[in-house]
């Protein structure tokens, strides 16, 4: 399994509320089993195919296409490097490497 931290822990400003996010990378059937469950929320600005999940502070982004794993770790890698960057940006950015990557 691969992973990497993403969000305002890994590149923006972190304040008492943040929560930290996750990316991991899984089967099908992995990413699937926590629906069965019933634990599986719903978000637009996830793509098809990834599935966030809460517990607690922790947001887990389970992804089952390496495509677009890779797209959110290289717009973590980017965002990093500019530093302190809102929220808004960093979406803007990772759906646009998303979109290339397809």
């Avoid at 304040?15 to 719903?42: C, F, N, W, Y």
């Amino acid at each position: 399994m691969n992973a990497f931290l993403t969000g305002s822990h890994a590149y923006g400003t972190p304040h008492k509320q943040s929560d930290i996010d996750l990316a991991i990378l899984v089967d099908r059937e992995t990413r699937l089993a926590p629906a069965r469950l019933g634990q599986m929320e719903t978000n637009a600005e996830y793509p098809a195919r990834s599935t966030p999940l809460r517990f607690g502070d922790l947001n887990l982004l389970v992804f089952e296409c390496p495509i677009t794993f890779e797209a959110w770790r290289m717009g973590t890698a980017v965002l990093k490097c500019e530093a302190l960057v809102a929220r808004e940006a960093a979406v803007a950015l990772i759906k646009r490497l998303q979109q290339v990557a397809k």
